[in-house]
């Protein structure tokens, strides 16, 4: 596909080019066609030659996006932010990394999913600092991103997360953990559903769960009273940890 | 005598004023909450969350009282959702029919030993718990349990979930294949705030084309009555909800389709089953909850429409709902009148609760006095003709056009109705309903009031359904 559009001596070529960038000449038009290439990108797996990527540079998508990073419009700014990670125009990160803190929460939320992808896990140290507290779907995203990267662990990233005060940070380093089956921190992960942050604890329960270690126990118990704001499965671990073997 | 007419011709006056008022500012907060809507979900494509891992487990929790007829096509619709982390818990209600057998041999359901859970929820006894020898069945459990009602059921359903979320539904409703992947979507963007219960549109799906439990063509109601209704939920569910949502003020989550977190409801003991409004009553009760401890909440309104329900389509079954729906009102606000204008609770006490308290329920009131008075008025020769038409004729047609703006902004956003014959027939419904069935429900609304002043015991009532077309 790329190669087809490299190729400049086409008519046809130049027929779609020239009715592709009249369409990505209005905002609709552009999100659009940014959606469809990152449909394609996300669906085929194309030679390194055919990446989408000289597509976006012959309809001059980079430097839309890029203008549109300047907008005053918040959401077609975040949406910018999107597009560019996901089409991997990495000549906007310099103008992306200045919107990691934000104010915009869509904004702040895809220009720190950018930087993921742009840093991968050099980043991370970043938000070990982070005071404000991050959705789980950011969560999700950041892992996603992670694993997508194909980059090994970098250990001191993840230890900063895990020391992190901030619970929503924590919980993502905890995630790293499960979802990078780094096995010398599953004790920690234990540790935390002692947490007095309710949330957390659930989360690391659940994590428990998934890795298969809460799996001795049998989750028809009894529920307590006193520890009823806590899902069944977290009492039913609670009641059962002193012959936990992991 | 004079300035005492007066006063009353005042009250009214402003009244309607005030009341026109918020529904104009309804109109406005619902555009700017739908417009926010939209813009988020671009961010939270349910295509992403589909393929995402660690989203919270969801619950379905749906009672089932006598639905032996339609059971098993429901049962398989509610297990074909698209979500990667949900289990269906349907709660026989002690029916006296042969919905459990037929769900026993349709799953191929066994019994499992059950140990009854200590948890601050009281329901009536399980006699027995269910599950599929079926892999393929693997998401379901049937609670067979004794007679309660459907807040029992629930209640019930919640006690023996063992997920984060629980959506709470009923067994004959049709919910959306990506119901699920839409709901969770607060839960996973939520930040200083924790959302305690989220609610899904609900639409009307009488004469509707039902095929293997999903809707596959969207039809007008033939009755009048269920068609207004249409009208009536597009109205409530968009402009209402919407900007309540919009303003941090929402109060009601319907019981027919509503999530929340199991956590939360399990605090506040569940559904209140001496309450008819229950789902009222439980969204009232969290938000004083988390109110109580000071603790940031939200209770979210999704427009589109994720479930699809029967509505009454005489104006019999239509009384006895909306006679229900007056008196679990009375309950609940009776139950929570420590609100009214209390400032502990913030704007919930001062605003939320208060209009809920003069509008919600006081309009019925205002409306049969003012029908009173009129009649009064009409004997006593006081009505000044010019001035009375036009102000029928004016609070008419601003009714009639809050109706078509609420009709037109479902069908530009939602897509649903969207051929203009059946906008058209919407907007002819929205004309009839001031002569026809609002009457009929001011009646019924009444009704309920006046049962619940003199202490008439009365219960849920008959629901009697046509049941869905289906088609094979």
């Known amino acids: ?246 | 005598m004079e300035y005492f007419r007066a006063g009353i011709d005042w009250f009214f006056f402003t009244y309607g004023i005030v009341l026109f008022g918020i529904y104009l500012s309804f109109v406005h907060l619902a555009i700017r909450a739908i417009k926010k809507n939209k813009e988020q979900a671009v961010f939270l494509n349910i295509n992403n969350i589909k393929g995402a891992e660690n989203l919270p487990s969801v619950s379905l929790i749906a009672p089932a009282f006598n639905e032996g007829m339609s059971i098993v096509t429901n049962v398989h619709s509610l297990l074909s959702l698209q979500y990667p982390y949900y289990e269906l818990i349907i709660v026989n209600d002690g029916s006296t029919d042969d919905s459990l057998q037929k769900l026993i041999n349709a799953f191929d359901l066994v019994e499992v030993p059950y140990t009854p859970k200590e948890t601050n929820i009281n329901h009536a006894d399980i006699i027995g718990l269910y599950q599929s020898s079926d892999y393929n069945y693997g998401r379901l459990t049937v609670i067979n349990k004794k007679n309660g009602g459907r807040a029992d059921a629930l209640n019930c359903g919640i006690a023996n979930a063992k997920t984060n979320l629980v959506l709470c539904t009923d067994a004959d409703c049709i919910i959306e294949q990506d119901a699920l992947l839409k709901m969770v979507r607060p839960y996973l963007e939520e930040l200083d705030k924790e959302v305690i219960a989220c609610g899904g549109g609900i639409g009307i799906a009488n004469d509707s084309i039902i095929k293997n439990g999903t809707l596959k063509e969207l039809r007008l109601p033939k009755s009048w009555i269920a068609r207004i209704q249409v009208v009536e939920y597009i109205r409530a569910f968009l402009l209402g909800r919407m900007a309540w949502h919009h303003l941090d003020g929402l109060m009601l989550v319907s019981g027919a389709f509503g999530l929340y977190p199991r956590s939360r409801v399990l605090e506040v003991g569940g559904f209140d089953k001496d309450i008819v409004g229950e789902d009222l009553e439980l969204c009232m009760r969290l938000r004083v909850h988390m109110e109580q401890q000071s603790l940031p909440y939200d209770v979210v309104y999704l427009p589109e429409t994720l479930c699809w329900t029967e509505a009454p389509s005489t104006a019999k079954v239509y009384i006895t709902q909306r006679d229900r729906w007056a008196r679990g009102l009375w309950e609940t606000l009776k139950k929570h009148r420590h609100l009214f204008m209390n400032r502990k609770y913030g704007a919930m006490g001062g605003v939320f609760f208060p209009y809920w308290v003069l509008f919600e329920f006081g309009a019925p009131i205002v409306e049969f006095l003012g029908l009173v008075l009129i009649t009064v008025y009409l004997i006593l020769g006081y009505i000044n003709w010019p001035i009375a038409r036009f102000l029928y004729l004016f609070v008419y047609l601003i009714g009639c056009m809050f109706s078509t703006i609420a009709i037109l902004m479902y069908t530009i956003n939602f897509r649903q109705y969207a051929s203009i014959k059946m906008v058209t027939k919407l907007i002819l419904a929205a004309f009839i309903e001031p002569f026809y069935s609002h009457q009929i429900m001011l009646y019924a609304e009444i009704k309920g009031y006046l049962k619940k002043l003199f202490g008439v015991k009365s219960t849920w009532g008959t629901m009697t359904r046509k049941g869905f077309t289906t088609s094979n």
């Open chain 1, 1 to 246: 596909m790329g190669q087809y559009f490299n190729n400049s001596d086409t008519p046809l070529r130049n027929s779609y080019v020239k009715r592709l960038k009249a369409q990505v000449s209005n905002s609709e038009g552009l999100w659009y066609v940014c959606q469809q290439l990152i449909k394609v990108k996300s669906i085929v797996v194309l030679p390194e030659k055919d990446i989408p990527l000289p597509i976006v540079s012959i309809l001059g998508i980079d430097n839309l996006l890029e203008n549109k990073l300047s907008s005053r419009n918040l959401h077609h700014r975040a949406l910018a932010i999107q597009y560019s990670y996901e089409l991997e125009i990495t000549a906007n990160y310099k103008k992306i990394h200045e919107f990691i803190n934000s104010s915009n929460i869509f904004v702040r939320r895809e220009a720190q999913l950018a930087m993921v992808v742009f840093m991968n896990w050099e980043i991370l140290s970043f938000f070990a600092k982070l005071t404000y507290p991050i959705s789980l779907w950011q969560q999700i995203r950041i892992i996603e991103k992670l694993k997508s990267s194909k980059k090994p662990i970098v250990t001191e990233s993840l230890k900063s997360l895990l020391n992190s005060k901030n619970t929503d940070i924590l919980e993502l380093g905890m995630r790293l953990v499960v979802a990078f089956n780094v096995e010398r921190e599953f004790n920690m992960i234990k540790s935390h559903t002692q947490h007095h942050n309710t949330k957390l604890a659930n989360a690391a329960f659940d994590m428990l769960v998934q890795l298969n270690i809460s799996k001795p126990y049998n989750k028809e118990q009894s529920f307590s009273k006193q520890t009823f704001e806590l899902p069944f499965s977290y009492v039913d671990y609670r009641n059962h940890k002193k012959n936990d073997k992991l």
